[in-house]
């Protein structure tokens, strides 16, 4: 599911002459938040339902270099979920579709005024519902994923 289409902004690029690795971590936020929006967590949804997500883990994976200018796509799919926590995988790709980073993350709904975990509110529910899902076996390649040495031979 494409949630956000953005550019490489001038003070995104580091002395490497490319975007800057928190900048990629920028643009996953952002995508969270376009994310959080389609799925009725708005700025308004937020104040309606007294509700929230934040992101409790996040696994980046840079794939290529992106630069000044450059178009970048943010798609989001859902790999697992519970009455309060959604485990969704994000992909920023070029305008030619290019993978440039990957973003594994897990949210959680949280009851603004208790500031604690809550199950999501029903209409937020719904929408969560009509995502992009996949199952168990059709995760994508770099889903998943552990950090860690490779093992010695």
């Given at each position: 599911?494409?949630l956000?289409?953005?550019r ?8 490497n ?7 990629y ?7 969270v938040e ?6 009725g967590?708005?700025?308004a ?5 007294g ?5 409790l ?6 794939r290529?270099e ?7 796509a943010?798609e ?7 009455a ?5 995988f ?11 980073a ?5 949210l959680?709904?949280i009851?603004?005024e ?5 199950p ?10 009509a995502l992009p899902?996949?199952?168990?076996d059709a995760?994508?390649?770099?889903a998943g994923?552990r950090i ?6």
């Amino acid at each position: 599911m494409a949630l956000l289409e953005t550019r490489v902004a001038p003070q995104w690029v580091d002395y490497n002459g490319h975007m800057n690795d928190a900048e990629y971590a920028r643009v996953f936020s952002l995508g969270v938040e376009a994310l959080m929006d389609a799925i009725g967590l708005d700025a308004a949804g937020r104040r309606r339902h007294g509700y929230t997500l934040y992101t409790l883990e996040t696994h980046l994976c840079y794939r290529r270099e992106a630069h000044e200018g450059q178009p970048l796509a943010v798609e989001a799919t859902v790999l697992d979920r519970d009455a309060k926590r959604l485990h969704v995988f994000f992909a920023m790709r070029d305008a030619e579709g290019t993978l440039l980073a990957t973003s594994e993350q897990m949210l959680m709904g949280i009851d603004s005024e208790a500031g604690r975990p809550a199950p999501f509110p029903e209409a937020v529910e719904r929408a969560i519902a009509a995502l992009p899902h996949a199952e168990a076996d059709a995760w994508p390649e770099l889903a998943g994923r552990r950090i860690g040495l490779p093992p010695r031979r």
